[in-house]
């Protein structure tokens, strides 16, 4: 069983810098894939940035291109959302996600295809 929980977000104006934190735990070798998603009050859930964890490949939703990176520290068994730029529509809960499948290019920007879930932490931009 794989344990994943956020860290990180907060209140900042727009322009501002925030870098999330998914500590996990548990469940080695169950975690192919890892990825971060965000859900406004309304909307589905978006996936942002994903990453393999074995060679540390990344993928971002057009969206977010140029201002999150996403990065890992296979140490501390950590991964980070670094968000630069904010904007107001970036207000969101933003959620650490897991899966023991290495999964395919299409898929891996789907929520519905993650098996392991943060809680989630708020990120609330201002204008």
């Known amino acids: 069983q794989v344990q994943l929980v956020e860290s990180g977000g907060g209140s900042v104006q727009a322009g501002g810098s925030l870098r999330l934190s998914c500590a996990a735990s548990?469940?080695?070798?169950?975690?192919?894939?890892m990825g971060w998603f965000r859900q406004a009050p309304g909307k589905e859930r978006e996936g942002v940035a994903t990453?393999?964890?074995?060679?540390?490949?990344?993928a971002y939703a057009d969206s977010v291109k140029g201002r999150f990176t996403i990065s890992q520290d296979n140490a501390k068994d950590t991964v980070y959302l670094q968000i630069d730029s904010l904007k107001p529509e970036d207000t969101a809960m933003y959620y650490c996600?897991?899966?023991?499948?290495?999964?395919?290019?299409?898929?891996?920007?789907?929520?519905?295809?993650?098996?392991?879930w943060g809680q989630g932490t708020q990120v609330t931009v201002s204008s």
């Open positions: 990453i393999y964890t074995d060679n540390g490949l990344t």
């Open positions: 548990g469940g080695i070798g169950s975690r192919e894939i």
């Open positions: 996600a897991a899966d023991p499948r290495r999964l395919s290019w299409w898929s891996r920007r789907k929520a519905s295809y993650y098996t392991y």
